[in-house]
Nanobody, 121 residues
């Protein structure tokens, strides 16, 4: 599965961004998809996941501010990020797996290149 994230950029604290992850996979609609991020000097962490049925899961840091969604017809998963904070600065990447649990445990079967999100304070 090839995954390509896009939509990152520079935004002021309190602003919003929408990330996209496009997949080249005929089985996209049956895969769980997720977003991860890695801040400078820190380990990669789970952000959000969505099952093929549309059930969603969030890290505590994302709850209430981020929304994950998917468009199976476009083979794309989105991450709407609102009320961004300085600590949200990171490279965001997407992953695919058979189940949301694999994503929540940080073990996706496929990874995509990330997109940089920089939040200025």
């Amino acid at each position: 599965v090839q995954l390509q994230a896009s939509g990152g950029g520079l935004v002021q604290a309190g602003g919003s961004l929408r990330l996209s992850c496009a997949a080249s996979d005929r089985w996209f609609s049956r895969r769980a998809m997720g977003w991860f991020r890695q801040a400078p000097g820190k380990e990669r962490e789970f952000v959000a996941a969505i099952s093929w049925r549309g059930n969603v899961y969030y890290a505590d840091t994302a709850k209430g501010r981020f929304t994950i969604s998917r468009a199976n017809s476009e083979k794309t998963v989105y991450l709407q990020m609102n009320n961004l904070e300085f600590d949200d600065t990171a490279i965001y990447s997407c992953g695919a797996a058979g189940s949301p649990d694999e994503l929540r445990n940080g073990i996706p079967t496929s990874w995509g290149q990330g997109t940089l999100v920089t939040v200025s304070s």
